[in-house]
C-alpha cells in the first residue's frame, strides 16, 4: 500500500488560498477515482475539487471554513501500489488529521436546525441523575407532526405545567409517555412551568452557535468592504406602473406560450440601458485606490438573487443588446444557476450595475448596498394598487417605489435623481421603451 498526497489546486486568477466550504469525505471513507472530494470557495464561485485516485481516506488537511493556501496539503489518501509520496517521508511529516470521531459532518445542503435539534444539543450538567439522562435524554426528535402518545390525564397535567410534551421521552410502550416521564423531565428543570399558568409561555434558554462560512463569509466581507468604501447615499422614486403593467399582460396574453412570460424585470433592465446612454457616469466601476473611475459603453446588469446559501449576483452581459424575452430568458437561466450552486465564476462578475428585488416583499423603501466596485444600484420596491389623482378625479393605479443607492464621491445628487427619473419617465410611458 501507498501514500498518495492531493495538494489545494491552483484556481488561478492569481488566487493565493481559498476556503474550505464541505467536505463531501471523511477520514476511514473509501473513495473512487473522479469522486468529489471537497467543495472550496474562491470569491462567490464555489468549485468542486475530484480525486485523481482511488483509495482510502486517512487524512483531512483541515476543517470546513478554513482557509487553505494553495499547494498546501489538502487530503492524503492510501492507495494500492506506490503512491506518489515516500512513506517514510510521509510518516516524517504527517497531515494534520481530522480523526473520524471528530471530523465536521456538514452535508453539502445543510438543514436548518429544529427547535427538537437544537434542544437535543443543550448540554445537561453531569449530576447524581446521569444515569435517569441516558435513559430519559432532554428531548425526543420526533417526526414533524408526529404526536407524543400520552392519556388524557396526563396531557391536561402538562398543559396545567407549561410543558410541551413533543420534548418530554416517553418510557412506555410504543414510547407512550407515562407520569413519570413527566415528573423526571420538570423534575431536571429541562422544561420549567409557565409562569402565571397553563397555556403562558414558557422561559427557553438554549443558543445555537453558527459558523460563518463558505458563501455567508464572503457576503458578509463584501458588504462590510463596501460600506467601508463607499459613502453611499439613496434617492427614492415613486413610480405609475399602471401603463407598464397593462403592457406586460397584454405580451403575456398574446405571446406567453410562445416566448415564456415577462416579469418586471426586463422592462427594468431595458429602462437602465436607455437611461445610462444619457448618464454614463452611472454604468461605471470606481478603482479608489488607483483614482479611476470606467465608464463602460457595454450595460452588464448583476441581478441580486437570493439561494438557500445566500445572496448571489450573476450578471446579464450586454443588456444593450438584448429585447425583452431574450433578457426575461437570460436572468432565469443565471437565476436558476445561481440556486442550484452551478454558477460559473465568470457568471458572478463583470458587473457594471446592480437590478436589487424582493418582490412581493420589498416593502416600500430600501437602502440597498452598492455591489463595489460599481457606483450604483437599482432597488425594486412592491407594487401596490393605490388611490391616486389623475386630471382631477380619484382613481386606482398601480404604484411601485425605487430605493436606489449611489457612491456619491462620483456621482452628484442631481445627477443620481435626473437618472432615476429618465427611468421613471421609460417605465410610466412604456412606447419609449422601444423608440431611439
Known amino acids: 500500500m501507498g501514500i498518495h498526497v492531493i495538494k489545494m489546486p491552483d484556481i488561478g486568477e492569481g488566487i493565493a488560498e481559498v476556503e474550505v466550504v464541505v467536505w463531501r469525505v471523511q477520514p476511514g471513507e473509501a473513495i473512487k477515482e473522479d469522486q468529489i472530494l471537497a467543495d472550496v470557495m474562491t470569491d462567490k464561485a464555489t468549485i468542486e475539487i475530484p480525486s485523481p485516485v482511488a483509495g482510502t481516506v486517512m487524512a483531512l488537511g483541515g476543517k470546513a ?165 463607499i459613502p453611499h447615499f439613496t434617492y427614492v422614486e415613486e413610480i405609475d406602473m399602471t401603463e407598464l403593467e397593462a403592457l406586460r399582460t397584454n405580451l403575456n396574453n398574446k405571446w406567453g406560450k410562445e416566448r415564456g412570460r415577462l416579469t418586471i424585470l426586463p422592462f427594468l433592465m431595458r429602462a437602465m440601458v436607455l437611461a445610462v446612454r444619457e448618464f454614463p457616469q452611472i454604468n461605471a466601476r470606481f478603482d479608489d485606490d488607483a483614482g479611476i473611475v470606467t465608464r463602460y459603453g457595454a450595460v452588464h446588469i448583476g441581478i441580486a438573487t437570493q439561494t438557500e446559501s445566500g445572496l448571489m449576483v450573476p450578471v446579464v452581459r450586454h443588456a444593450e443588446s438584448l429585447d425583452l424575452w431574450a433578457s426575461a430568458a437570460e436572468v432565469t437561466r443565471q437565476a436558476d444557476a445561481a440556486r442550484s450552486g452551478k454558477a460559473l465564476r465568470e457568471d458572478l462578475s463583470g458587473s457594471t450595475i446592480t437590478l436589487t428585488s424582493l418582490g412581493s416583499l420589498g416593502g416600500i423603501v430600501s437602502t440597498p448596498v452598492i455591489n463595489h466596485p460599481e457606483v450604483a444600484i437599482v432597488g425594486v420596491n412592491r407594487m401596490v394598487l393605490r388611490p391616486m389623482i389623475r386630471g382631477g378625479a380619484v382613481v386606482a393605479r398601480q404604484m411601485m417605489n425605487l430605493s436606489s443607492s449611489f457612491d456619491h464621491r462620483v456621482v452628484d445628487g442631481m445627477h443620481a435623481a435626473e437618472f432615476i427619473q429618465a427611468i421613471r419617465g421609460y417605465l410610466e410611458c412604456p412606447a419609449t421603451l422601444f423608440t431611439e
Open 65 to 229: 471554513g478554513e482557509l487553505m493556501a494553495v499547494g498546501a496539503e489538502m487530503i492524503r489518501i492510501e492507495v494500492e501500489g506506490k503512491g506518489n509520496v515516500d512513506a517514510t517521508a510521509a510518516s516524517a511529516t504527517p497531515a494534520a488529521p481530522l480523526p473520524a470521531a471528530a471530523a465536521p459532518t456538514v452535508a453539502a445542503n445543510p438543514a436548518p436546525a429544529t427547535p427538537a435539534a437544537a434542544k437535543a444539543e443543550v448540554a445537561v450538567a453531569p449530576a447524581k441523575a446521569d444515569k435517569a439522562v441516558a435513559a430519559h435524554p432532554v428531548s425526543v426528535a420526533r417526526q414533524a407532526g408526529e404526536k407524543p402518545i400520552a392519556s388524557p390525564a396526563l396531557r391536561r397535567r402538562a398543559w396545567d405545567l407549561g410543558v410541551d410534551l413533543q420534548f418530554v421521552h416517553g418510557s412506555g410502550p410504543a414510547g407512550r409517555i407515562q407520569q413519570s416521564d413527566l415528573d423526571e423531565y420538570v423534575a431536571r428543570g429541562a422544561q420549567q412551568p409557565a409562569v402565571g399558568g397553563a397555556g403562558r409561555a414558557v422561559q427557553r434558554h438554549d443558543e445555537e452557535a453558527i459558523p460563518v462560512i463558505g458563501l455567508r463569509r464572503k457576503i458578509a466581507q463584501k458588504m462590510q468592504e463596501s460600506k467601508r468604501r
